[in-house]
């Protein structure tokens, strides 16, 4: 079989074996499903090479915690997540496994709720902007990599995040994927303060 497999497009390698202590009759969970389905969406829609990179390194680390890898059925535009142990020399063989209901599978055709994600997509943007009208371009672009992350993995407002959520973007994702400058860097959690400040303040719609 062909198709995406973690790192890139093509058959690939498969990644460097089970990294937890994971239960390997466990179905992956949800959120992770769904953040796997938004970092392929993002890697795909990059249009700098190492952006697309990150984001599916990104997603292999995510699965790997679980024992799982990604690869997309081309056949049908399909990405699916299955158990590493189902590789044979880094192919998928599926045919082979007689329960395969451990696999999870999301169409990349189209999203699933593109009128809920443009809007909330949208409203996060606004208030990019308020961001920018008020402290300037380093903040702006710092709120535009908290706006993809909440938009993108989440699928929620900026003033829906939570403690934890803030924690994951400040820790993991704004060092790995916002490629930021120095000053990004030394302003991020303003940054971060400031966009939450103008979701609070923001009307509801």
């Keep these: 079989m062909t198709g995406e497999q973690n790192g890139g497009d093509g ?3 498969a990644g460097s074996g089970a990294t937890s202590g994971s239960d390997p009759t466990d179905e992956l969970p949800e959120p992770v499903v769904e953040a796997a389905e938004r970092l392929t969406r993002l890697a795909r829609e990059a249009v700098d090479g190492d952006e697309a990179a990150a984001y599916r390194e990104d997603r292999r680390e995510r699965l790997a915690e679980h024992d799982y890898t990604a690869r997309v059925r081309e056949a049908d535009d399909t990405l699916v997540l299955h158990p590493e142990e189902w590789l044979d020399d880094g192919v998928a063989r599926v045919e082979r496994i007689e329960d395969t209901s451990r696999a999870a599978e999301r169409s990349l055709s189209g999203a699933d709720d593109p009128d809920d994600w443009e809007a909330v997509e ?3 943007e606004a208030l990019v902007e308020r961001v920018r009208e008020e402290h300037g371009d380093v903040h702006a672009r710092n709120a535009r990599a908290f706006a993809d992350f909440m938009s993108n993995h989440y699928a929620k407002r900026i003033g829906d995040a939570t403690a934890a959520e803030r924690a994951e973007f ?5 060092p790995r994927n916002a490629w930021p400058s120095t000053k990004q860097r030394d302003a991020v959690e303003a940054s971060v303060r400031f966009v939450i400040e103008a979701a609070d303040d923001s009307p509801p719609e």
Excluded: V
């Design 11 to 13: 058959a690939g390698e």
């Design 122 to 124: 949208a409203r996060n």
């Design 170 to 174: 400040l820790d993991e994702y704004f």
